[in-house]
């Protein structure tokens, strides 16, 4: 998984049917220190996280479609938790 | 998944069977910002999507086949949506 | 796999319900000789590792829904093993 | 799915019994103009491709060993298809 | 797959009982010219390589378990081949 900030959202309305009713999240890739990093990325959101928000990104298909409770659905990737605190040892 | 924009087709007669009937497009990964990133990809296109058009792609396997209406497809990046509004806070 | 340090821990609470229980660890991934290199990542561990510890870390969302005991968790990496010796010929 | 260009081949008889009787070629991902980007990877042919030739290669396990067919084949990338033509709008 | 040489190994007790048995080596991803290239991985060993040998990598979860004979190993690398010869054109 990466940390990640949600810094925007993404409408689509001719789209695979799975993500009807789908929250769709632009997440930029964020090191432990808060910095971006790395591709802006879009994720289906599971856990209600909002714009500004600090989360935990998992990055795989298999994984992104149990959490949007679609199995088969064409994602690779979603928003699993909300950052609530963060220890870094350098 | 990531944006990016549809900017070319590809022609394959010499192929794997499960292709015949898909739509395979050039797609280039951008920025949120709208600024081309990365490696051109190709993508199997389920959404009607065209030319020049912004568009999300699933970059996974078992997703794309998904994509494609075929489980075992040997495809690994479909268009699985088309970008209507993107609202980006950076 | 990769070589990593755990260099952190990240506590969430608004998750998804198959991460209770899991102890989620940031890791460094590093050289053979132990110098950081790439993007930090988050890690579920299954061995019992602790800050400052070098480990190998699977990459794969099947692999590391294994390693939870959880196989369609919603995790992309774990903690496989504890490094004890390495033998590095350049 | 990846543009590249078949740059060589290889040879190995210490290897997985699944192996067997598979093609495998050295090819070098490539922009949508031809140039060499990338690292050389090693694909499994399942077209009829030679050397030079320019083809589309897929990265992932589950479809490179339907690519193969061998779904249990430890492989993670085939050649799916010979470039006829590209349009390539920048 | 990759092109890689064998580096060295990694020793490790505090792990997952499905390494057990398990030959875990370091390797180098390589150019076909033989330059190193990218970073230093760790792959289950399915044929037997020793240090310094030349040679192929599968990098995928489902492909590496299969090497390793355990289909739900936490594993996401191994070598699957020792390359014998490498015809190259650049």
């Not at 714009?51 to 199995?71: H, Q, Y």
């Amino acid at each position: 998984m990466i940390l990640a900030r949600v810094v925007g959202t993404v409408v689509s309305t001719q789209k695979r049917p799975q993500f009807e009713g789908a929250k769709l999240l632009l997440v930029q890739p964020e090191t432990p220190q808060g910095e971006a990093k790395g591709t802006t990325l879009l994720a289906i959101d599971s856990v209600g996280a909002g714009v500004s928000e600090r989360v935990i990104v998992v990055l795989e298909g298999r994984a992104a479609g149990e959490a949007l409770g679609k199995k088969l659905a064409p994602v690779d990737a979603a928003i699993v938790g909300i950052v609530d605190q963060l220890e870094f040892v350098e």
